[in-house]
């Protein structure tokens, strides 16, 4: 089941969406938030005015009314009389406004005790003798419960102010926790998108790297979207098409090989019979020619040999057969086949080999050694020096060979390893260009390098492999 999206536009869309969300989410809350608390600090404020107001106002009319009844008992105008129930009807309104707000709820019984203790005391007004004094001796008991009343609503208004700046802290923190945690989702959104994005370009990269270096055993199957697994099967159509093509080569290859090695084995060996004079004596010009027709069958040779070499090192990966070898004394035994061309060209021969064992082909490691010192001798001027180090560094056995020769021109060390390629230094020298590109293929095949490190004294190669390759 492919989660993928079916396209890698989609892909980078949605992975900016999942990054985003975590910030649109933060930006949602807050919002909300936000606005709850500007609608609650709204209305608190608003409750708390009023309740203010309505303290002052009830404050304003038991004055007004313990005045009218004063006035009333030193004048006994009936008008005052009225003038006080007018009084008294718009207090009540004033308590009816103060129970009815939210925020003083929890003040109804003492607003209840006011209207009952305010009624208790207000009928010998209303009868015909219009007595005040029950009422005026009330009115100080009603003084002081709602001067109690007044400090009560400050206090609870007091405690909303409270409440609302702990509320306003509290949002403060959550906010910031929010916004804090949606930048750490965010960042690990980004991280995990970035990552899934590298796998898939990976996946890619291995694909090409793999044709590149000729790996053309393994199918390549891309996962992701639906244009990189389109990719895929265009870069698997091209790997078969470079493995029939491989194929293809190789069997013209053999075909070749095999079909010149009978006519060439009978050219070695006609004019070896005109070179040793078995047809009859040869003139010193006839004895040149055929010293160069000679000469050139051995190299004719010598190149389909080193063809069929490096078809073989090409391929060579699962045909290896390793074992446990002595490297150092490996060297020396490949040496020894070279001793007798060193000394005809006066070589002094030194180095230092560390005892190391590592692990591949036998055939294989002697074949890269071979080539590297064999190119060493042969490039070397007379009286030269040839310089040979092994050492380890961490799982690696490291080959450095060294010699005075020519070295390589910068233009041309990116081809030194390429099958054919000779430099101009080369050609005073006998060979057909193949050592370094089979020595190269079989390194690559032990999982390891060769390389040409520039220094303008000495010329210097450097093999690298690995001590045990399954473990590289």
Do not use: C
């Not at 390389?451 to 045990?468: G, Q, S, V």
């Amino acid at each position: 089941m492919n989660l993928y999206p079916r396209s890698f536009l989609r892909l980078i869309l949605t992975g900016w969406l999942l990054t985003g969300l975590p910030l649109l989410v933060a930006i949602a809350f807050a919002s909300v938030s936000l606005t709850g608390l500007s609608e609650r600090s709204a209305t608190s404020m608003r409750e708390t005015a009023e309740a203010a107001r309505l303290a002052w106002e009830l404050d304003e009319d038991i004055l007004t009314m313990e005045r009218l009844l004063r006035q009333y008992e030193t004048l006994r105008d009936p008008s005052l009389i009225e003038d006080y129930l007018l009084a008294q009807k718009e207090w009540r309104t004033h308590l009816d406004e103060l129970v009815r707000l939210p925020l003083l709820v929890s003040l109804k019984e003492e607003v209840d005790a006011l209207r009952t203790i305010e009624s208790a005391a207000r009928p010998p007004l209303l009868v015909e003798a219009h007595d005040p004094q029950p009422l005026l001796g009330a009115f100080e008991a009603l003084k002081s419960r709602i001067s109690s009343l007044v400090k009560e609503i400050d206090q609870i208004s007091e405690m909303e102010r409270q409440t609302f700046r702990k509320e306003a802290e509290t949002l403060q923190q959550r906010l910031l926790f929010a916004i804090a945690a949606a930048l750490l989702l965010a960042l690990l959104l980004f991280w995990v998108g970035q990552r899934t994005v590298a796998q898939l370009f990976h996946g890619v990269e291995r694909a090409v790297i793999a044709l590149g270096n000729n790996l053309l055993d393994r199918p390549i199957v891309l996962k992701g979207t639906d244009d990189l697994r389109w990719i895929g099967k265009r870069l698997d159509w091209l790997r078969r098409r470079m493995l029939a093509l491989e194929e293809e080569r190789t069997r013209i290859l053999r075909h070749v090989s095999h079909e010149l090695k009978t006519p060439l084995a009978a050219l070695r060996e006609g004019t070896s019979l005109l070179a040793d004079g078995v047809g009859g004596p040869l003139s010193i010009q006839q004895g040149q020619i055929a010293d160069i027709m000679q000469g050139n069958v051995l190299r004719l040779q010598a190149l389909i040999d080193g063809l069929l070499k490096l078809q073989q090192a090409e391929h060579v990966r699962d045909r290896i057969e390793p074992e446990s070898l002595r490297l150092d004394e490996l060297i020396q035994q490949i040496l020894a086949t070279h001793k007798l061309a060193a000394r005809d060209k006066h070589l002094r021969i030194t180095g230092r080999l560390a005892p190391l064992t590592i692990v591949g082909g036998r055939e294989e490691i002697t074949t890269i050694i071979d080539n590297l010192l064999s190119n060493a001798v042969k490039f070397s001027p007379l009286h030269g020096t040839v310089r040979i180090e092994l050492s380890r560094d961490r799982q690696n056995a490291v080959l450095d060979v060294f010699d005075e020769g020519p070295g390589v021109p910068e233009e041309e060390r990116k081809m030194i390893f390429e099958p054919f390629y000779r430099g101009p230094a080369a050609k005073s020298v006998a060979g057909v260009g193949l050592g370094l590109a089979i020595a190269r293929e079989l390194a690559t095949a032990h999982r390891g390098t060769l390389e040409y490190l520039p220094d303008e004294a000495i010329t210097h190669f450097r093999a690298t492999l690995p001590l045990n390759p399954e473990s590289a």
